[in-house]
């Protein structure tokens, strides 16, 4: 059992990386170390906003391929998007009519949710039931 670090219920996980207790939790951390980034770094902030920002190569920031914003490396093992960042790729899908696709669904499953948990969880934005386009050619 683990406490989740923003509402302080303690819940299950077999990964370490989850620090919160659900989506929604994470995303009021995720929320509150953005704040929290964007303070620290409010000359870099301008910079980049300028387009005069110099990357300092010995820097181990990364960003998220989908709202730009940063990720903490440590946070996840690879980070390459937030993991609500992901989530809403594929909410936005399925609500345009189209499956998800089956890296979509890795996704999700990697994140700790099956297709059930994520129809519950955003009940409120999805327009449809999820479904998911599996890729054939991907043995199992
Ligand atoms: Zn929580
Ligand atoms: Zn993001």
Redesign the pocket.
């Known amino acids: 059992m683990i406490e989740c670090k923003i509402c302080g219920n303690m819940f299950e996980t077999d990964d370490r990386r989850y620090k919160c207790c659900s989506a929604k939790c994470s995303k009021i951390n ?1 929320q509150q170390h953005i704040r929290r980034w964007r303070k620290e770094h409010r000359e870099e902030v301008r910079e980049r906003q300028r387009g005069t920002y110099v990357r300092n190569p010995n820097q181990t920031e990364h ?7 940063p ?1 903490r490396w440590s946070e996840t093992k690879h980070p390459v ?2 993991d ?3 989530l809403n790729e594929i909410v936005k899908r399925i609500n345009s009519g189209k499956k998800m696709t089956d890296a979509q669904y890795q996704q999700l499953v990697a994140r700790g949710y099956d297709l059930g948990m994520f129809a519950e969880e955003y009940r409120k934005v999805l327009k449809h039931y999820p479904t998911v386009a599996y890729n054939k050619k991907r043995k199992k």
């Open positions: 995720q960003f998220c391929k989908i709202c730009g914003e990720i998007q937030h609500e960042c992901v």
